[in-house]
């Protein structure tokens, strides 16, 4: 009896991805890179689940964030009960609305707002300033296109319970370090929510910061028209409108743009204070300038001047008055990282968020984080053709098989190179030569070593190598030190 196979159509979900072994490789050269920076500079690393709670998540990244959370089904739901109840319930399900059990668990959207809450739940065992990285996946209910998954990793880094902006200059720096590491050439935007929070006032106490954020975020996408016809259709007049676009005019260089946004947004308290944390930041990271001390102000003699440190060197930050960060918790300086010469979104971005916690009830911890975005980093580094050879490089040694006798002394031999940290294969089983070279180039293995008769008789091997085609026959003895 023969049994015909049902034709199945096989597929993964829409915006995610399987991974082979060299575009694995390609991503762990990308998180290494990253660990051992977080590392270096001192940060811990972190793990939360891969859902949470979804009064966790909910409300924290403004009305089109809520949108993109992946909500779960509770289990159970085969129980003639809960059934009806989802039945009664399908249209608010539909609209995206949250049903107390059936859904009350949800996908993790990013990886700060999980953090927060678990620095919530474990500030009294903190050593604080507590410094966290994060390597985990995220999910969003995006519409996928290139550079935009919806399920993607994230790299963060966090300080939280320090209020200094020393730890912005730091954050700045090792942006600076994984991008040179990685050979990418990025622009690295700096704003303040200060000063958004001061542009909301100027507009009038009757517009919040989230009526407009959103649509400013928008602005190097859908230009400076577009943009002001989304304000209007939140519902801010032309005098309103008038003020967001004087302020998105700004340009120049950095100094050039801070005396604009003193003239645009006046001497509010809150202007001022983000004109300060911008400069500090900026003169901190400014090679070799001279931070003017107080003495220095009052016409007494110099203090030691405050060199900016080797780290910083080469580093430009610019000002970018249109970043807004459009989530809801940042309240101080911003971060964006664009790859250069390439048409890509932002590769990276963060910020000061000095009340996280206090959405989960422990008020008053201050911190400030960035984030890595893996998947856009990947799609840069392809197209500019970056990651090294050695990267994509899995086994370094294929032994031929020719044979009983000559595969016993080449598994012999495999051992002792593995050993030393060469990564050897043997070929799982006699073939002509023909067959094993094809195999070892479809898998880009650079190295071959033959053993025949001859050279079992005179313990000797023969090393190929197929990226530049030379050979040599060598003893037996001097393998282990061959330079593959």
Not at 384 to 402: A, D, E, I, R, Y
């Amino acid at each position: 009896m023969t049994y015909e196979m049902a034709k199945v159509s096989v597929s993964i979900p829409q915006g995610t991805r399987d991974f082979g072994s060299e575009v694995i490789r390609k991503r762990d050269y990308i998180f290494s890179t990253i660990r051992n920076v977080f590392e270096l500079y001192g940060f811990e690393p972190l793990e939360t689940p891969a859902m949470e709670n979804l009064e966790t998540l909910m409300g924290k990244y403004g009305e089109e964030g809520d949108k993109l959370i992946f909500k779960i089904l509770n289990n159970g739901l085969d129980n003639p009960d809960k059934e009806k109840q989802v039945k009664a319930d399908l249209e608010k399900l539909l609209q995206g609305k949250t049903v107390k059990g059936i859904t009350e668990r949800a996908l993790k959207y990013d990886l700060t707002i999980p953090f927060a809450r678990y620095v919530a739940m474990n500030h009294h065992q903190l050593v604080f300033p507590f410094k966290r990285y994060q390597v985990q996946p995220v999910w969003r209910a995006e519409r996928p296109q290139k550079g935009r998954y919806r399920e993607f990793y994230q790299c963060d880094a966090d300080v939280v319970g320090s209020h200094s902006l020393l730890n912005e200059t730091e954050l700045a720096t090792m942006y600076k370090a994984v991008f040179e590491k990685l050979n990418i050439p990025v622009e690295i935007k700096i704003n303040s929510r200060k000063f958004l929070t001061s542009l909301s006032k100027r507009c009038g106490e009757s517009v919040r910061i989230t009526d407009f954020t959103i649509a400013i975020d928008k602005m190097e996408k859908i230009g400076l028209e577009k943009v002001k016809e989304e304000l209007s259709q939140k519902g801010l007049n032309k005098e309103q409108v008038s003020i967001i676009e004087k302020y998105l005019l700004i340009s120049g260089n950095n100094q050039e743009k801070i005396i604009q946004i003193k003239e645009v947004l006046g001497n509010d308290e809150e202007c001022q204070k983000g004109i300060a944390d911008i400069e500090f930041v900026l003169n901190h990271l400014t090679p070799n300038i001279s931070i003017v001390t107080p003495g220095e102000a009052e016409g007494l003699p110099p203090a030691t001047s405050i060199v900016t440190p080797s780290a910083a060197e080469g580093l430009q930050l610019t000002l970018d008055p249109s970043l807004a960060r459009g989530l809801n918790y940042y309240t101080g300086i911003i971060f964006e990282v664009k790859a250069k010469g390439v048409q890509m979104g932002s590769i990276g971005g963060g910020g000061r968020y000095d009340d996280l916690t206090g959405l989960f009830g422990v008020p008053n911890i201050p911190g400030v984080g960035i984030s890595f975005g893996v998947d856009r980093i990947y799609d840069v580094m392809e197209e500019l053709n970056l990651f090294p050879m050695h990267v994509q490089v899995g086994t370094q040694v294929l032994f031929f098989n020719l044979g009983d006798q000559e595969s016993r002394k080449a598994f012999e031999w495999l051992q002792q190179l593995r050993q030393k940290g060469i990564r050897s294969e043997l070929y799982h089983e006699f073939a002509k030569f023909e067959k094993q070279f094809k195999y070892a180039e479809k898998k880009k293995i650079p190295w071959i070593i033959i053993i025949g008769d001859k050279e079992l008789k005179e313990n000797t091997c023969t090393v190929k190598n197929l990226a530049f085609g030379g050979q040599q026959t060598i003893p037996a003895g001097e393998l282990i030190n061959f330079p593959f």
